[in-house]
């Protein structure tokens, strides 16, 4: 059974920072394709990046430069770094594993 459980979200300020981990179990990790995705109130769920399980990663416009997604195979975990916050990253955020591998997601606020 794939569970996928989000953790770090918060409330902080414009420009404030937060790392988002997701723990991953049931699922051989290290070879799996991983994803962070977003659903802000009254919006469609949107990718907010992307990482193979070689490393490579993918970011939507709207966060490049300032989130930096990366993996621990070894501890089977998935993290997003969240830099220079913006009042429109908030939103929940949830961790990905593939088709219908979804975390419970963690809430995100960023005050302005």
């Known amino acids: 059974q794939v569970q996928l459980v989000e953790s770090g979200g918060g409330l902080v300020q414009a420009g404030g920072s937060l790392r988002l981990s997701c723990a991953a179990s049931?699922?051989?990790?290290?070879?799996?394709?991983m994803a962070w995705y977003r659903q802000a109130p009254g919006k469609a769920r949107e990718l907010v990046a992307t990482i193979t399980s070689g490393g490579t990663t993918t970011y939507a416009d709207s966060v490049k430069g300032r989130f930096t997604i990366s993996r621990d195979n070894a501890k089977n975990a998935l993290y997003l770094q969240m830099n220079s916050l913006k009042p429109e990253d908030t939103a929940v955020y949830y961790c990905?594993?593939?088709?219908?591998?979804w975390g419970q997601g963690t809430q995100v606020t960023v005050s302005s």
């Open positions: 049931g699922i051989i990790f290290s070879i799996n394709g």
């Open positions: 990905n594993a593939g088709v219908n591998r």
